[in-house]
Structures are given as C-alpha cells and as structure tokens.
C-alpha cells in the first residue's frame, strides 16, 4: 500500500502541472471574454467529463481485467497526452527569474496533509482523538508560517496580492467549495450504493452515467450564454440548481421513496447540471481578473483550491458516514452541501 500511495503521489504531481499549465495556455490563446468563456466551458467538460465517469471507467475496468487495470489505462493515455501537448500545443511566456519557492511548498503541503489526515481521522474518534487534535494544530501552525513566508518571500509561489482581487479570491474559494460538494457527494453516494444497496463497481459506475453526461452538457451550455447572460447570472443560476438537487436528494432519502436509487440519481444529476454552470462561470472570471502575466500563477492557484476541496470533501463526507448510520451520514451530507451551496451562491455573485 505505501507504494502504491507514493506512486499515486507522483501521478498527481504530473495531473496538477498538466491541469495548471493547460488553463494557463487557454488564457493567453484567448485574450478576448466571449472566446474565453467558450474555451473553458470545453476545458471544463473535459475534466468533469473524465473526473466523473471515473467510477464507470474504473467498474468496467475491474469487471474485465481487475483492479491493477485502473492503473495501466493511465500509460495509453499519458502518452496521448504527452503527444498531443508536443503537437499542438503552444507556449506561455517563461520567467526565468522566478525561484521554486522551497519553503512555501514544504509548508502548504505539511499543512494540507495535516488537514486532510486529521479530518479522515475525526470519523474514528476515540483513541485516535489525540491525532485529529495534533493534526488540526499542525494544519493551522503550519498554514500560519505558509502565510508567513509567501509575505516575506521576492517571489512567492502563491502571491498574496492576487487575493487583494475580489473576482480572484471569490472565484477561486467558490471553487474550493464547488469541489468539496461535487467530490464528496460522488465519494459518499458511491459507498451508499455499494454498501448499503448491494451495488457492484460496474453498476455503480453506470448509476453515476446521467450524472457525467448533464455536467459536461451544462459546461457546454455555460460557454455559449456566457457572454450574453453574464458571470453572475450564470453562477447564481448554477448554485440555485446545484442547492435544488442537494434537497431533493434529502427529502427523497427522509421520505424513503422507493425505487430509492433512481430517484436519488436524478437529484444527484440536477445538482451535477448546476455545478457545470458555476464552475464554468468561476473559472472564466477568474481569468479575466488577472493579466495574461499571472495565468500561470493564477491557473495553478485555482487549481490548488479546487483539489484542495476534492481531498476535503472526501475526508469529511466520509468521516460522516463512518461516524454515523449510513443513511443518516447520507442525509447530513445532503444537509451540509446545500448550505455550502448557498455560500457558492453568494461568492459567484461576488466574483462577477
């Protein structure tokens, strides 16, 4: 297992510079709002695309070849990626003089690691109680010095100034949380229908298949009235749906409706329609609040927030369902993303 978790470290350090450096590239081919919008609604159905038929991929994966499988697949499609970016892809201009910033990075991944752990650990409580309380005073000491230094540093990896831009810092905490809803629903609900309903990995990956298809339609939609309705009007427009589907999803669990599956994955899909809105709308907003200068930087820190509310909301939705009944855990989570929704809400109307 320790090899596996160092391998996937590394794979995930290849995943965000890819991630980071194509939006970057986006911003200086498309300089113009209405060009923009339209390129990040593909960028981003893309990735919901791919993020979310995950557990599909992964099932028939597993199905046919076992579960080694969902790691080989990787090798075709690094060197698909690796071609195409050699092809096609352009260049953003270089700054040689900017360090790697050392300090910085140690400290926000000390500090990110310390949060994520002591948040999975908070479900198991008792003996290890200790651990969550030591890791939440690493996480908060270790974000301190981060600050610390990122303030003191000539040239930052993460330059405070940017979250002096009110589209920036909204935009880019909107997404924080946009991940932390989307992942941890997808996390929680997967292990509700495994466990609980009996599915296998293949049927799982299936149930979630409206849900992918809604989010990269929506991500495609978002980029075509982008430029007619506004950032704001399509961010709000997302959240109201994405908060619609989180409590329909709570009342059809307390009502106990029955086929209960079906009905929770149409919620499940409104809520997925509305998050491709939003994250659309965030993204190219956060993009025009910077200059073609600061994409990278600004593409690489949304990037981070985003992740960083993926892990987040993983560990801490499934901290609740292992702290509490399954449908119980289950109802909670519904609870707690609708009201991260309206929080969403409120910081896309900010950001416009």
């Keep these: 297992i320790g090899e596996l978790i160092a391998a996937r470290a590394v794979q995930g350090a290849g995943a965000a510079a890819l991630g980071a450096s194509s939006l970057a590239l986006i911003n200086h081919t498309y300089p113009?709002?209405?060009g923009r919008a339209r390129a990040v609604s593909v960028w981003t159905a893309g990735g919901a695309a791919t993020l979310a038929a995950g557990p599909l991929i992964g099932g028939l994966l597993i199905a046919a070849a076992g579960w080694r499988s969902i790691f080989f697949i990787n090798l075709p499609l690094g060197a698909l990626g690796w071609w195409l970016t050699r092809r096609y892809a352009g260049t953003t201009p270089a700054n040689p003089g900017r360090g790697t910033d050392l300090p910085g990075q140690v400290t926000a991944i000390i500090a990110l690691t310390a949060l994520a752990g002591a948040t999975i650990e908070a479900g198991s409580a008792g003996s290890r109680l200790p651990l969550v309380y030591g890791g939440y005073a690493l996480a908060a000491v270790a974000g301190a010095v981060?600050?610390?230094?990122?303030?003191a540093q000539e040239h930052p990896m993460l330059p405070l100034?940017?979250?002096r831009i009110r589209a920036f810092s909204t935009a880019a905490s909107a997404g924080l949380l946009v991940n932390l809803?989307?992942?941890?629903?997808?996390?929680?609900?997967?292990?509700?229908?495994q466990r609980q309903q009996g599915l296998s990995p293949l049927a799982t990956g299936l149930a979630f298949l409206p849900v992918t298809v809604l989010i990269v339609v929506s991500n495609l939609v978002a980029g075509r009235i982008l430029p007619a309705r506004g950032t704001r009007a399509v961010a709000w427009e997302g959240s109201l749906l994405m908060g619609v589907g989180?409590?329909?999803m709570l009342g059809l669990l307390a009502a106990h409706v029955n086929p209960l599956v079906p009905a929770l994955i149409a919620g499940l899909s409104l809520t997925g329609f509305g998050i491709g809105l939003v994250v659309t709308a965030i993204t190219s907003a956060l993009l025009g609040s910077v200059a073609p200068a600061q994409s990278g930087i600004a593409?690489?820190?949304f990037t981070a927030f985003r992740q960083t509310g993926s892990?987040?909301?993983v560990a801490l939705f499934g901290t609740l369902l292992a702290g509490l009944r399954p449908s119980t855990g289950l109802e909670v989570t519904f609870a707690i993303g609708a009201g991260l929704v309206a929080v969403v809400a409120a910081l896309g109307h900010a950001a416009a």
């Design 32 to 34: 113009d709002a209405a």
């Design 146 to 151: 981060f600050i610390a230094i990122e303030h």
């Design 161 to 163: 100034s940017l979250f």
């Design 181 to 193: 809803v989307f992942f941890g629903l997808i996390f929680a609900f997967s292990l509700f229908l």
């Design 246 to 248: 989180c409590l329909a």
């Design 299 to 301: 593409s690489g820190t």
């Design 311 to 313: 892990v987040l909301g």
